[in-house]
């Protein structure tokens, strides 16, 4: 799998510290599963205490129900590191999220599912958000050249190299690690004695109960 | 060894670094918990990978656990079902496991401190953001997603890209009855939830100094709500004694040897850091939220601020759905903000010294009729100590219920939540809406003010009481 670019429709939800707690609730962290998530994806704002539809929230107008692109301000994704959110974001649709900037281990779980998250200033992502409400305006991320284009206008965005190209490759990391088998042992045989764990069988046994 | 005590760790625990500037560091404690692993351990068995350091991994049951009773615990089937799959895989595994009948179970940064498990100079990973808290013993910890938590699993290590590093330096001597809380909630209300993305913390000054090893731990917990990757705060006397004796640390010779080597992980004199702020917390009141996340919050004299007073549309925007969420007027006295709930746990505040704290203040007095109050220690290790101490007495004869550890009402995953409406004067990190329960209107204060505001029914200055 390699992605280098991305367009989809841009939905503007237009606010500040988006929580974590609020892209999905923790009574949907019990589920055991990532997939099938999207469901509970802002799940207290796009439902009532009923579970009835909240019609002024945006996920629930019918013209943003394809959107894959979501608009937010300053530090979105704050809170827990409950990685169930950027399973709901994806599972929901979402390929890419916008913003000012991002709490940091949302940031490296959305990396880690290939959800891409771009940085950009926040009067640019006011203007992508007005021209958002439309309900069409579609917005290209190019990985190659860290640019984002909407609406016949383009800007560069940064981006850490290993991101992008992790992003551009989609590799497991684990495999990646696993090469380094033989410095990680190293490292182990070379621990000083009172950095290590005495893990013995009655000591593990008293702690456990 | 130069540099911050940020650099000294890193580079000691740095096995390898990539072409792209990432480290690979090595991790000498993973703790884990049943809510961020399932996933994790389930892509192992698809993929046949084993647990590298079962020794150096601890699994504990926190989130979900009933509180109210060993005996016949009230369990959500969903919550069981979570637990039950822990239990599974820490015996497929072969993962050390505190379950929920252990005589050591509890949060799982409350526990990782008190068995001397974390210790100055380790690395510690724990799926959950909380996971900083651990930087009060000179310790680099970082809080990870459930893809990292499967990394460290499977390779003990974590690839990281080396944050900036902030200087927090705060000085000056604490009123009496202002605590470790109020500087955390201080130091978020000044920089703002996203203050410190991107950056380790580190923490420094005489108020920090003159800090107990736990109310450290309370202000490095909170650092995540400043948005700061982690915080550290170097290891000193305080930490060695508290660590000496605990049953996972270093003895005799070796603890010496530690000690030696503990003592060179101060920063060096005039390190660089790419932030630096100073505070002068000496005239410091207690700290309450009146909002949605923790940086809306106000010293205990204060009043709730009118969104008019911020500049930026989607500010005031922020500050009028919080108010409307919190059911708040503008211009209302903090002081004169009512309360349903009082709730005293969390891995931010249910240590022994918190509860001390709170029976200080309630010592011979009564909960306000019509309010509940409930003590929720952070282990069952706490729970034994405190009621070895009496401390529970004071607990149960003002009023409160007096359960068993977890983390409770702090996320409201076992059944104990708020009702919809009502405030609570909570000790917990997180004001978010819906967090303690749908519809709950969380305040976070410390300890003591939260054991105030239960006598009272209402907010009121500590730092101005017996
Ligand atoms: S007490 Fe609250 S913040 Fe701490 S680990 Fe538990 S749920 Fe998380």
């Known amino acids: 799998m390699t992605l280098k670019e991305y367009s989809g429709k841009a939905v503007p939800l237009l606010m500040d510290n988006v929580d974590t707690d609020q892209l999905i609730p923790a009574e949907f962290l019990k589920l055991l599963e990532k997939r099938g998530l999207g469901k509970y994806l802002f799940y207290r704002w796009r439902y009532d205490q009923k579970g009835n539809e909240n019609s002024e929230f945006l996920l629930n107008d019918p013209k943003f129900k394809d959107g894959t692109v979501l608009i937010g301000l300053r530090n979105f994704g704050i809170g827990s590191s409950r990685e169930n959110a950027v399973w709901a974001l994806v599972d929901f649709g979402f390929r890419v999220v916008l913003a000012e900037s991002f709490g940091d281990i949302f940031y490296e779980n959305a990396v880690k599912n290939g959800l891409i998250l771009v940085k950009l200033d926040i009067n640019t992502l006011k203007k992508i958000g007005e021209l958002a409400k439309s309900g069409n305006l579609i917005v290209t991320v190019d990985l190659e050249k860290k640019q984002v284009s909407y609406g016949g206008r383009s800007i560069g965005f940064q981006m850490d190299e290993s991101v992008r190209k992790r992003l551009i490759s989609g590799k497991s990391e684990i495999e990646i690690t696993l090469d380094y088998n033989e410095k990680i042992a190293l490292f182990e045989s070379k621990m000083p004695k009172f950095l290590k764990v005495n893990m013995e069988p009655e000591q593990r046994k008293i702690i456990e109960g | 060894m130069n540099g911050t005590i940020i650099d000294k760790i890193w580079n000691f625990h740095q096995v390898a670094e990539d072409e792209d500037g990432r480290s690979l560091l090595y991790i000498d404690r993973h703790y884990t918990h049943e809510v961020t692993s399932p996933v994790a351990f389930s892509d192992m068995k698809a ?35 979570e637990m039950d799959a822990m239990w599974e895989n820490s015996r497929f595994f072969n993962v050390p496991l505190l379950d929920f009948y ?11 401190p008190e068995l001397g498990l974390t210790i100055p100079m380790v690395t510690v990973a724990a799926g959950d953001s909380h996971t900083s808290t651990h930087g009060a013993l000179g310790a680099l910890s970082f809080g990870i997603g459930t893809s990292e938590v499967e990394h460290v699993f499977v390779t003990q290590t974590l690839w990281l890209k080396k944050p900036r590093q902030f200087r927090v330096k705060m000085d000056g001597k604490l009123r009496h009855g202002v605590t470790a809380k109020d500087l955390a909630l201080y130091l978020i ?21 003159d800090l107990d090893v736990e109310g450290r731990m309370t202000l490095c917990n909170m650092s995540i709500e400043a948005g700061a990757r982690t915080s550290i705060i170097a290891p ?38 790419d932030k630096e702020i100073k505070f002068d917390v000496s005239g410091l009141k207690p700290m309450v939220t009146w909002g949605t996340n923790p940086s809306m919050a106000s010293q205990i004299n204060g009043y709730v601020p009118s969104p008019e007073e911020f500049n930026d549309k989607s500010k005031r925007e922020e500050v009028e759905k919080s108010l409307a969420y919190m059911g708040l007027k503008p211009g209302t006295k903090i ?6 709930v009082v709730f005293i746990g969390s891995c931010t505040n249910a240590r ?15 909960v306000k009729e019509g309010v509940r109050a409930i003590a929720v220690p952070g282990s069952e290790w706490v729970k034994r100590q405190a009621e070895r101490m009496g401390i529970h007495n004071v607990f149960i004869e003002a009023g409160f219920e007096w359960r068993h550890a977890g ?6 995953m076992n059944g104990d939540a708020l009702l919809p409406g009502q405030h609570a004067a909570s000790t917990s990190n997180r004001n978010f809406e819906n967090r303690q329960g749908v519809g709950g209107r969380t305040h976070l204060v410390s300890p003591s003010m939260a054991a105030a505001a239960a006598i009272y029914g209402h907010f009121v200055d500590v730092s101005e009481m017996n």
């Open chain 2, 47 to 81: 993929k046949g990978y084993s647990v590298r350091r079962p020794d150096l991994t601890l699994a504990v049951m926190d989130h979900n656990v009933p509180t109210n009773s060993k005996e016949r615990p009230t369990m959500e089937p969903l919550s069981k079902k």
């Open chain 2, 102 to 112: 252990s005589p050591y179970q509890g949060i799982i940064h409350v526990i990782g």
């Open chain 2, 189 to 209: 209300s000044e920089i703002g939830t996203g203050g410190a993305l991107g950056h380790i913390i580190e923490y420094d000054g005489t108020t920090i100094a």
């Open chain 2, 236 to 273: 000193d006397q305080k930490v060695y004694e508290y660590v000496k004796g605990r049953p996972f640390a270093p003895k005799g010779e070796e603890f010496d040897e530690a000690v030696k080597e503990w003592d060179k992980l101060k920063t060096e004199p005039g390190a660089k850091y």
């Open chain 2, 335 to 340: 002081e004169d903000i009512n309360v349903d």
């Open chain 2, 352 to 366: 022994l010294t918190d509860l001390t704290e709170a029976a200080r203040v309630l010592k011979g007095k009564k």
């Open chain 2, 407 to 412: 983390c409770s009402m702090c996320i409201a």
